[in-house]
């Protein structure tokens, strides 16, 4: 729950040059975003490296370069809304109706009496209950309209060689389930120098986030109950019992009225930092340093009373509470030397030579209890004992990686542009023959735009673009090539306890690899119409998954570099301004 573990599908996130979490971006002020880039092609990806072959997204933050002082607020009133129109369900009368023509209340043999009195009573008493007004609308009935705020306050000061800008935010939202909502209380301190040919950067931030799950449940359940059932019993109140006497079905709008407590928190520090020294004219060093703290908490708890346990027997089981707590902790740094020139008014030539260096380490802790007298009391130390089997547990994980990156472009008359890239990285999730990887690109572009014959039309940029190349993925658990061994706690021999294989060794896992080829086309007229378009094709090699191995090894699955996968397609963006003053 604390979100720890890889996701091979999602992209990179860069946010103002450094790789940040997809749950930092989705809990960023949107009021502080400058500009949002979106980078898919070959050319583009293996300048970030391994972690970028789905894709990476650039997000540039708001900065001053006014000399007053500044003081700016922003807040707003958002709703969410859920929309039910693509959900075309039937009525009770219908629904009745057209259980009635499948045959549900016909017996499968007429012989049967008992059949035939208990599905005519059945159908009856579900009729009478059409009859009598009962058509429930289960999709409405976890749903609101969520109402939210948020609320952004930026002071900044600076000048040419200064700056300062400091933020704080506040976001609550409120789900359009029932009980759901997430709070974020963000600030930050940005803060620049530049003397001459040095420059620095610093920016530190804290995100501190608190969350409820809905005690509703999953919307999904909701869809499978029948409108002629009830919500309320002949009193009034919400009934455990969603169905009928033929069949128990639990209400899930019962369990929202128990304590049930689904809570989620995390704390976040970043601090990146930035030097970069102007050697000679055109020629530059920079330094980046970034580091990332996270602490994490997530806290579940269902009383006893809870319709997921109607059916335990035993009451020293029937209430459950689950804790995991995590914490997080990355560092990365890179050195980079560039060199930048113009030549005879039309040659521009620019070289990156790179080395970057990364650790990532992450752990949690699981514990489990279960038997709560009341639902009041909803704190695991009024847990009668731990879960069945279930001994507090934990994960953790260290992944180290560096990489060397060596980059050129070339543009003449800023209308025909050629890059290339090359970039060999190692990662201690492969194994000890295949630690490291190779991996190039080649991009061309032409800016037709900037040709003689269409310098003066309106067309402010027509451009033909291409790239090709390889780019690694990460995807591996941290020790999937290492042979990794468990203690058994159950079992001593002669005073020492034992340990288990757990992972079979691997020394030949190697990186997943990915080929892309891209072309596509830039449009702009007059500022008033838009259009992007791309086709993509993207074969991915060696790709990582479970292979079955005879299970006299003692083991089902081992990870191996088997298959590949093909992707293709196109994408399309048009944007248009009708009216600009």
Not at 269 to 281: A, M, S
Not at 388 to 411: C, V
Not at 462 to 486: C, P
Request: charged fraction near 25%; glycine fraction near 8%.
């Amino acid at each position: 729950r604390g979100n720890y573990e890889n996701n091979p599908n999602i992209p990179l996130f860069i946010l103002d040059g450094f790789e940040a979490s997809a749950v930092k971006i989705f809990d960023l002020d949107i009021n502080r975003v400058e500009s949002v880039t979106i980078l898919k092609d070959a050319a583009a990806k293996a300048i970030y490296g391994s972690k970028a072959a789905n894709g990476v997204v650039v997000i540039e933050t708001k900065r001053n370069v006014s000399k007053n002082l500044r003081v700016s607020y922003s807040g707003s009133v958002d709703v969410q809304a859920p929309d039910l129109s693509s959900y075309n369900l039937c009525n009770a009368e219908e629904k009745l109706e057209a259980e009635r023509i499948y045959g549900m209340y016909t017996p499968s043999s007429r012989e049967n009496v008992d059949d035939i009195l208990r599905l005519e009573k059945l159908y009856m008493e579900r009729l009478s209950k059409v009859k009598a007004g009962v058509d429930t609308d289960w999709l409405a009935k976890p749903l609101r309209n969520g109402v939210g705020h948020k609320h952004s306050l930026m002071i900044e000061l600076g000048d040419k060689n200064i700056q300062l800008v400091a933020n704080v935010s506040y976001n609550d939202v409120v789900g359009v389930m029932k009980g759901s909502d997430r709070t974020n209380v963000a600030g930050s301190v940005f803060a620049s120098y530049r003397n001459n040919k040095f420059k620095f950067r610093n920016e530190l931030s804290v995100n501190m986030n608190k969350s409820n799950d809905s005690p509703y449940g999953s919307f999904a359940e909701y869809s499978k109950l029948n409108p002629y059932w009830s919500p309320v019993d002949e009193y009034g109140q919400i009934a455990k019992n969603a169905g009928d006497e033929e069949a128990f079905y639990g209400n899930p709008l019962y369990n929202a009225t128990l304590n049930t407590s689904l809570k989620d928190k995390y704390t976040e520090v970043t601090d990146n930092f930035e030097g970069e020294y102007d050697i000679l004219q055109g020629f530059k060093a920079k330094v980046r340093i970034g580091f990332n703290r996270k602490f994490s908490r997530s806290d579940q708890f269902y009383p006893a009373n809870h319709l997921k346990f109607n059916t335990e027997q035993e009451l020293q089981k029937k209430g459950s509470y689950q804790i995991n707590e995590g914490e997080e902790k990355r560092l990365s740094g890179d050195v980079n030397m560039q060199y930048s020139k113009q030549f005879w008014e039309k040659h521009y030539v620019f070289a990156n030579v790179g080395y970057t260096l990364s650790e990532a380490f992450f752990e949690e802790i699981i514990y489990k209890a279960e038997g709560f007298p009341h639902d009041r009391m909803n704190d695991i130390i009024f847990a009668r004992q731990y879960a069945k089997d279930a001994i507090p547990t934990g994960r953790e994980s260290t992944i180290r990686d560096m990489g060397i990156l060596f980059a050129a472009n070339y543009a003449f008359d800023d209308r025909f542009l050629v890059d290339g890239s090359y970039r060999t990285s190692a990662s201690s999730q492969y194994g000890k023959n295949n630690r490291w990887g190779s991996f190039w690109s080649v991009g061309l572009g032409w800016n037709i735009h900037n040709e003689a014959w269409l310098k003066d039309s309106k067309i402010q940029q027509l451009k033909l673009r291409g790239s090709l190349g390889y780019t690694g993925s990460q995807s591996a658990d941290a020790y999937e090539s290492l042979a990794t061994y468990e203690y058994d706690l159950q079992r001593v021999y002669g005073g020492f306890l034992g340990a288990m294989l757990k992972g079979m060794r691997n020394d030949d896992l190697k990186w997943q690899e990915k080929f892309d080829y891209n072309i596509g086309v830039d449009f702009n007229l007059g500022r008033v119409l838009g259009v992007k378009f791309d086709y993509y094709i993207g074969k991915t090699k060696n790709n990582l998954l479970d292979f079955d191995i005879p299970t006299y090894t003692g083991f089902e699955t081992v990870k191996e570099n088997i298959g590949d996968v093909e992707n293709k397609g196109f994408d399309i963006r048009l944007s248009v301004t009708p009216w600009n003053k």
